[in-house]
């Protein structure tokens, strides 16, 4: 059924062009390595999971030719998106995105990128978020967290990746649903946000379970709320956003996309690929160590997605005065 | 002793003859890959991890670190015999590597290169095998107030050096600073001094870049211009002989390869730094504690060696935060964790416990790796000198090759390498002007670390400077860094008040 609806959408974008009309979905092959751009510098949560899909395909050999993590990280992703948009060959470009796929363009119009236009290939996961905070402070529980913070007011210090995205956004949530007035200081990765809560330079962080872990299981850093839809098996005790009576879970997105005019066999050809990697146990087992959320995504599902995320974060931006 | 008995354990582990071999290959194709400009340690093992799945993580963690070893070992021989930077952590080594070798004396500074890297990375494995877990909390303790004054330090000891013209160190500083903001800000969110809107400038100015154009293609038309067009080669010979003299000698310089171990493993220990700084102030520190400071970037072994053991000494020192905290204290640590992660292990606080056959077989694979990594280097110096016979009209464009190259490799993308041959010529006007250079390569390495952590400490503090003279840890760093950087200052006031005196008598 999915692939179909692939198939329909691509003969859709392809027919005026005389394309691709008799070719079957798996009639793609790669005749070169394949530039897999990562829009984030090496080291770095979005990196390593890349880097862990290219060795997943090599493994297991699942591809004929290669794929070549090449790193993109300026711009808050823009240089990946600019390059991925103008790729020359669009049937050997792809690239990992993050949410920085729909915040970039919309801070950035200049770059006259439209993220809608690229090539849907997989959703791989979602990365979950939670509020993280160290054991001294005491706090043990949301509630008692909320009451404290609006007591200090901007003596409370969050820190989070970037400024602008998604720790941001989260912190900007709270703020306006809570009543707290939380500074907010941006840093360059997750890893040194946990470092700067576990080395209690900062009081609070929203990090990703995978950038926090070594801290938790050290019992350093306690997670009070998670900004999920339902609680994450490995953090039991931390309720759901949801629970306490908001109506919010913020996910960040772990997709993998084509440059835009990527041919219908091209795409599904990658869809495909990364259906393989999503079935292996490494993704699996990877996925549950890191408590990663979302099914697989490809095609029209996909880009359905993104359309309706696109909106939300054009709405979280507006609210924070930046689009 | 727990730590004897584990660390015995753990040599068990590294001399299995898998693990010994993939030592031995690690480290020999560490020291090529170093020796490659562009090419340094961050590339070799973001390369080669995907082969290491044919092994156990052990193994698989043994060869990446050997590789990483090999590649600052390698890192000094393209720096001392082309006067390119073979790897970003070897720049400094270029300060003095590099006239040493245009004075004939080349296999004396790749001696001192191999000598000063295994003393650092001994040193370091030391402090590493005894007292990692404490280190790491002092790691933890460095928050960004600290990280600046550390930075602020750093800038000093290199405008405090008597000898240069400080305005024009100030000056080349500033260059630095200014290529150092190019690309995206973090603290706004937004891109600035993207200069005519082009998008190479987004991803910054990598200072590999800048680093290459200056000692690469800067030199080599340096190199054009005063000998015009019809260089002399120095000649160097190799003899037994010569080589255990150039050892007696190079033995005797203990401050820098002192100066140059401690300080590189506690700056490589400080997640954010890594090795490049971590050479750059041993260089600096080494020259103002140096009695002939004068000497320094003419040729002095002493600017070799602090650098080399400092840079090998960060290496082991990026590892205890990437095993203690999961951080890495380097980009090529953050390689290795990502390769852990996908072998399953998790690295953080409870790994010296949980996976202590893995923390304690990669150690004792440290010291084995260093053992190898400085015979080979030895043993290959004959062959690295070979390099310098051949006549320049053959040398320069090969020289000229592996700027490109080098240029080319850490992005990927041919606007940096347009950037790198226009800061060569830059370089070589500003040569020309007598300017020094080092400065603005320091700048340009340390200025985005300095930068966003004095932000992020005056978004903290409301705006308040006083932070970094209150922090137990920031206020004596800061303190030192202010008395060095008004030393000058002090200086030319003394030789004002000696010249009013004599000009009395």
């Not at chain 2, 990026?318 to 072998?343: E, F, H, N, R």
């Not at chain 2, 694979?365 to 400085?374: Q, R, T, W």
Request: with cysteine; net charge neutral.
């Amino acid at each position: 059924m999915k692939i179909s609806r692939r198939c329909l959408m691509g003969l859709a974008v392809f027919a005026g062009l005389g394309l691709a009309v008799n070719a079957s979905a798996q009639a793609f092959e790669p005749v070169k390595p394949v530039d897999f751009i990562i829009m984030a510098g090496k080291g770095g949560g979005a990196d390593k999971m890349a880097r862990l899909m290219q060795t997943i395909v090599e493994k297991h050999k699942m591809a004929s030719k290669p794929l070549i993590p090449i790193n993109k990280p300026g711009g808050s992703g823009a240089e990946a998106l600019v390059h991925v948009q103008n790729a020359k060959d669009q049937d050997h470009t792809i690239m990992v995105t993050l949410n920085s796929f729909y915040t970039t363009p919309m801070r950035q119009p200049g770059l006259g990128v439209d993220s809608m236009k690229f090539a849907p290939v997989a959703r791989m996961a979602e990365d979950t978020f939670l509020l993280w905070v160290h054991k001294d402070s005491g706090l043990t529980s949301f509630e008692q967290w909320v009451d404290h913070v609006k007591s200090v007011g901007d003596q409370w210090v969050m820190g989070g990746t970037g400024k602008l995205q998604e720790d941001q956004l989260i912190t900007d949530f709270l703020n306006s649903n809570f009543d707290l007035k939380m500074k907010y200081v941006p840093y360059k990765g997750g890893g040194t946000v946990a470092k700067q809560v576990a080395g209690k330079h900062i009081n609070s962080s929203v990090n990703n379970p995978s950038e926090i872990e070594g801290f938790y299981n050290a019992g350093v850093a306690i997670p009070l709320v998670a900004f999920t839809k339902e609680r994450l098996d490995k953090f039991p005790n931390a309720p759901t956003m949801i629970e306490k009576g908001q109506d919010f879970a913020y996910y960040m997105q772990r997709s993998v996309v084509g440059a835009p005019g990527m041919s219908a066999d091209a795409q599904a050809y990658y869809t495909s690929l990364f259906k393989k990697v999503f079935d292996s146990k490494e993704w699996q087992d990877y996925r549950a160590s890191k408590s990663l959320y979302g099914d697989f995504l490809s095609g029209a599902e996909l880009q359905a997605y993104w359309k309706v995320n696109n909106e939300t974060h054009r709405k979280m931006l507006a609210k924070a005065g930046a689009s | 002793m727990d730590i004897i008995q584990h660390l015995l354990g753990g040599f068990l582990i590294a001399f299995e003859p898998l693990n010994l071999g993939l030592v031995v290959v690690g480290v020999t194709v560490g020291l090529f890959i170093g020796a490659m400009p562009g090419l340094g340690s961050v590339n070799g093992v973001a390369i080669l991890l995907p082969l290491t799945f044919l092994v156990p993580p052990t193994s698989a963690i043994i060869f990446l670190a050997a590789i990483y070893y090999g590649a600052m070992y390698g890192g000094a021989i393209s720096s001392i015999m082309l006067g390119i930077p073979g790897a970003s952590t070897a720049v400094a080594t270029t300060f003095d590597g590099r006239p040493l070798a245009l004075k004939g004396l080349a296999d004396k500074a790749l001696i001192a290169a191999a000598v000063a890297s295994f003393f650092g990375g001994t040193i370091s494995i030391i402090l590493f095998t005894g007292f990692a877990p404490a280190l790491a909390s002092v790691a933890l303790d460095f928050g960004d107030q600290e990280i600046f004054a550390l930075m602020l330090l750093a800038f000093a000891t290199f405008v405090g050096l008597g000898g240069d013209d400080i305005a024009k160190t100030v000056f080349s500083i500033c260059i630095g600073l200014v290529f150092s903001a190019v690309g995206m800000d973090i603290i706004s969110g937004t891109p600035r001094l993207v200069f005519f809107d082009i998008i190479g400038f987004l991803h910054g100015i990598n200072f590999l870049v800048l680093a290459i154009g200056v000692y690469g293609i800067g030199e080599m038309l340096w190199t054009i211009d005063s000998t015009r067009g019809n260089p002399m080669m120095s000649k160097v010979e190799v003899s037994a002989s010569r080589t255990v003299s150039h050892l007696k000698d190079v033995l005797k310089e203990w401050k820098p390869a002192w100066i140059g171990s401690l300080l590189g493993f506690f700056v490589g220990i400080l997640p954010a730094a890594g090795a490049t700084p971590g050479a750059l102030m041993a260089y600096g520190i080494s020259k103002m504690t140096s009695k002939t400071p004068e000497n320094y970037g003419k040729g002095d072994v002493g600017g070799v060696i602090a650098p080399e053991a400092a840079n090998n000494a960060a290496s082991t020192g990026a590892m205890l935060p990437m095993l203690t905290l999961g951080i890495p204290g380097s980009p090529t640590t953050a390689i290795l964790l990502g390769g852990m992660v996908i072998w399953g292990l998790v690295p953080g606080p409870m790994m010296f416990i949980e996976q202590s056959d893995f923390v304690w077989g990669l150690t004792a694979s440290l010291y084995a790796a260093n053992f190898f990594a400085v015979i080979i280097n030895i043993l290959f110096i004959p062959v690295f000198l070979y390099v310098l016979k051949m006549p320049f009209t053959v040398l320069a464009p090969i020289i000229f090759v592996l700027c490109l190259v080098g240029g080319y490799a850490p992005t990927e993308d041919m606007h940096d390498v347009w950037l790198m041959v226009i800061f060569g010529f830059g370089a070589y006007a500003l040569r020309k002007l007598d300017y020094p250079l080092a400065p603005a390569v320091l700048a340009i390495v340390l200025g985005p670390i300095a930068e966003p952590a004095l932000r992020q400490s005056l978004i903290i503090s409301g705006g308040d400077a006083t932070v970094f003279f209150t922090r137990p840890i920031a206020g004596p760093i800061t303190m030192i860094a202010i008395v060095l950087l008004l030393l000058p200052l002090v200086q030319v006031y003394r030789k004002k008040r000696k010249q009013a005196k004599n000009a009395e008598v």
